[in-house]
């Protein structure tokens, strides 16, 4: 009788253990990520924002620079320009809960702004990605659609 319950304990630990090897192979690669202690130079501009009223009307660029702090999470700093003159320091982070897709909030100083956004970088190279993303400005409750290059540095 004894060895009948040992025999069982054996089994359902051996069905854990694979259960445990299929969840982790089917889920690793989620959990790939930018090396940590890496950079990335971020460009990009505006393409749609709800303040615009004609094409070229408004024309808001900026140029980031993010450091990994973690595999998932980066600080960055950068600045913005805008055609109406208006220059802003740009003070934020980003969280990656996937490779591509990532969550920020950045502080626009100058502008007086806080925008929360996100947005996904689809790489063309190991180097180059191409990133679209979104953002929503609070003080001005505007929304922003923006495209861009992104050069990774190891």
């Known amino acids: 009788m004894n060895w ?26 989620w959990c790939v990520a930018q090396s940590s ?14 303040d615009i009223q004609n094409f070229a009307d408004k024309v808001q660029t ?44 950045r502080g626009l100083i100058g502008a007086n702004q806080v925008a929360l956004g996100a947005g996904y970088s689809y790489p063309l190279n190991e180097r180059f990605k191409l990133d679209g993303l979104g953002d929503f400005y609070f003080d ?5 659609f923006r495209v861009g290059f992104s050069y990774v540095i190891r």
């Open 140 to 144: 001005s409750a505007e929304f922003a």
């Open 37 to 50: 202690k890496s950079f990335v130079i971020s460009v990009g501009g505006d393409v749609i924002k709800t």
């Open 4 to 29: 009948k319950i040992s025999k069982r304990r054996k089994r359902i630990k051996v069905m854990k253990n694979k259960l445990f090897l299929i969840v982790f192979i089917l889920t690793a690669q």
């Open 62 to 105: 900026g140029a980031e620079l993010n450091y990994y702090l973690l595999r998932n999470f980066t600080v960055t700093a950068g600045f913005e320009f805008w055609s109406s003159g208006r220059e802003s320091a740009v003070l934020g982070m980003r969280y990656y809960p996937h490779r591509n897709i990532f969550a920020r909030f």
